[in-house]
């Protein structure tokens, strides 16, 4: 059972349906991209726990795999308790949902570093969160997905604002933020990390990404990043999935600056910026070592193929009807590019519609390959 069915959603379907698995696919509207592939879906709020209990019950999963964060995560532990494998696990889930709970477990119980951080709950702690940790300082809501909510303050008549928009833009039931010090990094990197039931830790190789609003705009891998940053990366990464428990991808989320790798963030799925690995750039893509990871087969090895990257395609306006994606034709004729089109019912500004990928050898110019890929996602158009 998929709790969630997007894009990312769609993807983890796919790659389970290639090894005979029974898919449910969950979301709070219809025809949402996963539901395009499995094989039967349901309709509900997933705040709602006993709408997920209801729905539990009535097909009784061997696993649930929560996709998106506006989940009643704590009536996981409940099915954990029933014998239902919880992806990673109800741990992980509860702790990755809620960025106050995976901060303080990262910063102050696992001492990873991180940048200085406050929390708020009203205007007034904001203010005095933001006073403290300094200007420039980044604002997000506690429960948010794709960037929703996230804003850089630099000037001190922007507070009022951006509490005003990480509030209102909160998923789920809970109005608070964090106010995070601004690192002047130079790169921002995923490293996907895959636990696995019987097996080792794995680590794919470093993607970097580029965000607007919160959110990702492009991805490429490899990312160039020196032997001894990308130790310090993983070792904190295992710290991290060690202590949360369970099997499965992790988007370990890192800002690499002169003084060296800070934690950021952390989501115990697939990635977003994870998308390029669709390029064929590894052996197995995201989704495949997730399903992988879920089911307790073996992965032998990750091996980097490519050198590729993902570049964004965004709706620019609102409307309920279903939106036709124009050229199309243009964007494939570009040699060693792919496209993949979610197919959401529906469309609002910046909402992800589309990615478009570019590939080459493992020593290609990777800046080259990202131009290459907003070139192509430049061809399409959301009408």
């Not at 991209?33 to 729905?55: C, K, N, Y």
């Not at 904190?236 to 099997?247: E, I, N």
Request: hydrophobic content about 40%.
């Amino acid at each position: 059972m998929l709790l969630g069915s997007g894009e990312l959603g769609k993807e983890f379907v796919i790659a389970a349906k290639r090894l005979g698995q029974y898919v449910v696919a969950v979301d709070s509207y219809a025809n949402a991209p996963a539901m395009q592939v499995a094989d039967a879906f349901e309709i509900i709020d997933m705040l709602d726990g006993r709408a997920l209990d209801e729905i539990v019950a009535k097909h009784s999963p061997d696993i649930i795999v929560p996709e998106i964060e506006a989940i009643r995560t704590e009536r996981l532990y409940d099915y954990e308790k029933q014998g239902v494998q919880v992806v990673p696990s109800a741990r992980a889930a509860n702790f990755t949902m809620n960025r106050q709970a995976i901060r303080d477990l990262a910063a102050n119980q696992l001492g990873l570093k991180t940048a200085k951080f406050m929390y708020a709950t009203d205007i007034e702690t904001f203010r005095n969160a933001v006073s403290k940790v300094g200007l420039p300082c980044v604002v997000k809501p506690l429960m948010s997905s794709s960037g929703k909510g996230q804003s850089t303050i630099k000037l001190d008549s922007e507070i009022d604002k951006a509490w005003e928009y990480a509030s209102s833009n909160a998923r789920g039931d809970l109005r608070e933020v964090i106010v995070e010090q601004f690192i002047h990094f130079h790169t921002e990197i995923t490293l996907l990390t895959v636990t696995q039931k019987n097996g080792p830790t794995l680590f794919c190789p470093p993607i970097g990404h580029r965000q607007e609003r919160g959110d990702y705009r492009e991805s490429w891998q490899p990312c160039p990043i020196s032997k001894e940053h990308l130790l310090e990366a993983q070792e904190m990464a295992d710290k991290v999935t060690r202590s949360l428990t369970g099997f499965g991808i992790w988007g370990v989320e890192f800002f690499l600056a002169d003084e060296g790798v800070y934690f950021s963030e952390l989501s115990p799925r697939p990635h977003d910026t994870g998308m390029v690995t669709l390029a064929g750039s590894q052996n197995l893509n995201e989704f495949e070592l997730h399903l992988r990871a879920v089911l307790g087969l073996p992965i032998p090895e990750i091996t980097l193929e490519r050198a590729a990257a993902s570049a964004v395609v965004l709706a620019s306006e609102t409307s309920t009807s279903q939106p036709v994606i124009s050229g199309v034709e243009k964007a494939l004729s570009y040699s060693q590019s792919d496209v993949k089109i979610f197919g959401k019912p529906n469309t609002r500004p910046y909402r992800r519609m589309a990615v478009a990928l570019a590939y080459s050898n493992p020593e290609a110019d990777i800046n080259d390959l990202i131009e290459k890929a907003k070139m192509i996602a430049g061809e399409m158009k959301v009408n």
